[in-house]
């Protein structure tokens, strides 16, 4: 990700906060290390369940594999265990290639409106291919390499002026939500070219396919990055809770020991 105040940022600033801020996901692999496999291993939790239901279309430890999480950047998610890796912003819902081409299906985990839409890039990497590459220099409205920014608007996370907001997810949507404490907007990444079904300005229901789980952008596997965004724009948050979690609460999700048991 990379965030410029629009018309405040100069090309070398935008650069730098590019090297700092984009997103560097640590996808599976045919030989992944990268992922915590969970096999229905109960995640500490608190309070009720949330309100974020289960995203993709796969059960953890039967036919996907987990990257959680680490918003502090400690290299611990929520329990305590390893995360993702360290700064890691969302959880990775990794699967097989095969399983990619067969297609999986990722849903909506709230009610909501679609903000942003990117298809079109190129979703089998990593690969020498351009859509996989490093990208330019970050704009409004830029798309090059696996990066892709929305136009500049009222995006900003103070609420003052013109922002605009890059992801290096290649296949991208990003879902804004209303009237969910603790929930402002989610973000789905990677998605299979030409798969998604949603446009920007149209309702969604919880549970509603979006698309299908692919590996565009800065991938080095098929998976869904599934991030949530807290209270504004771009804001991530750990769905998951735990003694080791940042955020101090219940878990967002509405199964908290194993969200994706429907």
Request: glycine share 14%; hydrophobic share 35%.
């Amino acid at each position: 990700m990379c965030f410029a105040k629009a018309g405040a940022v100069s090309r070398a600033g935008q650069i730098a906060a590019l090297e700092n801020t984009i997103y560097y996901p640590a996808m599976m692999t045919a030989h992944a290390t990268a992922f915590i496999l969970l096999a229905f291993v109960a995640l500490p939790t608190f309070g009720a369940a949330g309100p974020l239901s289960w995203p993709i279309n796969c059960r953890v430890g039967e036919n996907c594999q987990l990257g959680l999480p680490d918003i502090d950047g400690d290299g611990k998610a929520a329990d305590c265990r390893r995360a993702g890796y360290r700064g890691h912003e969302g959880t990775d819902i990794g699967i097989s290639p095969a399983q990619m081409s067969a297609g999986m299906d990722v849903y909506a985990a709230a009610d909501g409106v679609v903000q942003w839409v990117f298809d079109g890039k190129f979703d089998g990497c990593p690969s020498k291919h351009p859509d996989c590459g490093r990208p330019g220099t970050p704009a409004p409205g830029a798309n090059s390499g696996y990066m892709v920014c929305t136009s500049s608007g009222p995006w900003c996370r103070d609420g003052k002026g013109a922002c605009y907001w890059c992801f290096a997810g290649g296949n991208v949507v990003v879902i804004r939500h209303f009237d969910i404490p603790g929930v402002f907007a989610t973000r789905y990444d990677h998605f299979r070219t030409g798969s998604i079904t949603v446009k920007p300005g149209q309702r969604v229901s919880r549970g509603q396919v979006l698309g299908k789980v692919g590996s565009a952008g800065r991938s080095s596997g098929p998976h869904l990055h599934f991030e949530v965004w807290g209270s504004t724009w771009y804001d991530p948050v750990d769905p998951w809770s735990g003694v080791c979690s940042p955020r101090r609460g219940a878990s967002l999700w509405q199964r908290p020991e194993a969200p994706w048991i429907r």
